[in-house]
């Protein structure tokens, strides 16, 4: 049973959400304000997942969710916007939330992002995993590292590594947007949906360029991305 950190200020929608969730089989835990959110993360520091709303009446979800992913870099993260404002959404896209959802949102659409990024999160079996190596890059899927020659270990998000595990399994070889989506984030994109881009984004910034400045993931209009040996 997975226990979920609900963090919103919006205490009614809390509790049609805890009793929703809690009959799809999830444990809730709901806080109201950051302070609360952050004691609770200080004593149980290892929730499944968390769905976090960015306006939250003693300050920013999305500054949460900067601490939460300095301390928790891999804990998956859904983002809730009453406003669906798409600067919000491209902001916590960027500081690291693993999903976005506007509210109001359908509890089943809900339910169903949040399966999803768990099903992202689990590990797979300690015999099937395996350091992927590709030139100067080796990528460790259970501890969600990356290792480039002569730099510091680079923490991904469960996203950014479900994304670059992908990629590693076909190098130079592109990898249309949906069947990237499906593969990494375990979903399609919706019209106008910009996380599977956004992550990317994110991706190349945390990796940079190979030692002759070539560009590491390369997207091609109408064809996707592909990770450049």
Same mark, same amino acid.
């Given at each position: 049973?997975?226990?979920?950190? &609900?963090?919103?200020?919006?205490? @009614?929608?809390?509790? +049609?959400? !805890?009793?929703? *969730? /809690?009959?799809? #089989?999830?444990?809730?835990?709901?806080?109201?304000?950051?302070?609360?959110?952050?004691?609770?993360?200080?004593?149980?520091?290892?929730?499944?997942?968390?769905?976090?709303?960015?306006?939250?009446?003693?300050?920013?979800?999305?500054?949460? &969710?900067?601490?939460?992913?300095? @301390?928790?870099?891999? +804990?998956? !993260?859904?983002? *809730? /916007?009453?406003? #669906?404002?798409?600067?919000?959404?491209?902001?916590?896209?960027?500081?690291?939330?693993?999903?976005?959802?506007?509210?109001?949102?359908?509890?089943?659409?809900?339910?169903?992002?949040?399966?999803?990024?768990?099903?992202?999160?689990?590990?797979?079996?300690?015999?099937?995993?395996?350091?992927?190596?590709?030139?100067?890059?080796?990528?460790?899927?259970?501890?969600?590292?990356?290792?480039?020659?002569?730099?510091?270990?680079?923490?991904?998000?469960?996203?950014?590594?479900?994304?670059?595990?992908?990629?590693?399994?076909?190098?130079?070889?592109?990898?249309?947007?949906?069947?990237?989506?499906?593969?990494?984030?375990?979903?399609?994109?919706?019209?106008?949906?910009?996380?599977?881009?956004?992550?990317?984004?994110?991706?190349?910034?945390?990796?940079?360029?190979?030692?002759?400045?070539?560009?590491?993931?390369?997207?091609?209009?109408?064809?996707?991305?592909?990770?450049?040996?």
């Amino acid at each position: 049973m997975s226990t979920i950190v &609900l963090v919103d200020d919006d205490q @009614e929608l809390c509790e +049609l959400l !805890v009793n929703w *969730l /809690s009959q799809e #089989g999830f444990t809730l835990h709901a806080c109201f304000d950051t302070k609360s959110a952050r004691d609770y993360l200080d004593q149980h520091p290892e929730p499944d997942a968390i769905i976090l709303d960015v306006m939250l009446p003693d300050g920013n979800g999305l500054q949460l &969710l900067r601490k939460i992913r300095s @301390e928790h870099p891999q +804990l998956p !993260v859904l983002m *809730l /916007s009453a406003r #669906g404002e798409p600067t919000d959404r491209i902001i916590g896209l960027e500081l690291g939330a693993d999903d976005y959802l506007a509210k109001p949102c359908d509890p089943r659409e809900l339910t169903a992002r949040l399966r999803a990024v768990l099903r992202r999160s689990v590990t797979a079996p300690a015999a099937t995993l395996h350091t992927v190596v590709a030139g100067d890059l080796q990528y460790n899927p259970a501890r969600g590292v990356v290792t480039i020659t002569d730099q510091e270990d680079i923490v991904l998000t469960v996203s950014e590594g479900r994304i670059l595990e992908a990629l590693l399994a076909t190098p130079n070889e592109p990898i249309d947007k949906q069947h990237l989506a499906q593969l990494a984030l375990d979903r399609k994109l919706t019209l106008y949906d910009r996380s599977l881009d956004m992550h990317v984004s994110n991706l190349r910034r945390k990796l940079g360029s190979h030692a002759d400045d070539k560009p590491r993931i390369i997207a091609l209009r109408g064809r996707g991305y592909f990770y450049s040996l």
